[in-house]
């Protein structure tokens, strides 16, 4: 949910004119339930929705893995936490697995869509334990744009990024920061 930008209360000038204190007290009802209304939608814009309390049931967020030739994962574990404060999304994840039929370039499935952005501005940290990587020293994730996708591209010095590939086994642990899509 977004933070609104307009206040929109409700002007009922033939209630207020009227003189008539039935028509007015209906005019405050309606005046209190829209400001409660309001105070509603910015507390939860600003305060945002958190999936990952154990006690939340289907709103949990389970962080899944992919890759460009889709298949499955054999999970070991899967860990995650994300939290929504307006537009900004903060995922964090652990997920572990000893086997999969999945192949192309590694992803894990993000809880909300990614904004449109150019290139790819959302950056994340991964701590790696028993991942080949495709080349360089070192693995980040990355928002894709208008996409529910973060990618995991290996870095390093000296070397151009690229798409980690999908691998047998592994252990990613991680958090991204991005801007989500208005109203879903």
């Known amino acids: 949910m977004t933070i609104p930008t307009t206040i929109q209360l409700p002007l009922q000038t033939e209630r207020i004119l009227s003189g008539n204190p039935d028509e007015m007290e209906k005019y405050q009802r309606d005046l209190v339930f829209a400001i409660q209304r309001m105070y509603e939608d910015l507390a939860q814009g600003i305060n945002g929705t958190i999936r990952g309390d154990p006690f939340a049931g289907s ?4 962080p899944t893995l992919n890759g460009t030739s889709s298949g499955t994962f054999t999970y070991v574990h899967q860990a995650g936490w994300v939290v929504r404060q307006g537009l900004i999304v903060d995922a ?7 086997g999969t039929t999945a192949s192309g370039n590694l992803y894990v499935e993000l809880p909300y869509k990614v904004a449109i952005s150019n290139q790819k501005p959302f950056v994340g940290t991964v701590q790696a334990s028993n991942v080949s990587y495709t080349t360089g020293t070192d693995i980040v994730v990355n928002a894709i744009s208008d996409t529910y996708r973060g990618e995991f591209w290996n870095v390093g010095d000296s070397i151009p990024t690229a798409n980690q590939n999908v691998v047998g086994s592994g252990q990613l642990i991680g958090h991204i920061r991005y801007i989500g899509k208005n109203d879903e």
């Open 59 to 62: 709103e949990q967020w389970q």
């Open 92 to 98: 964090w994840f652990d997920i572990s697995w000893n």
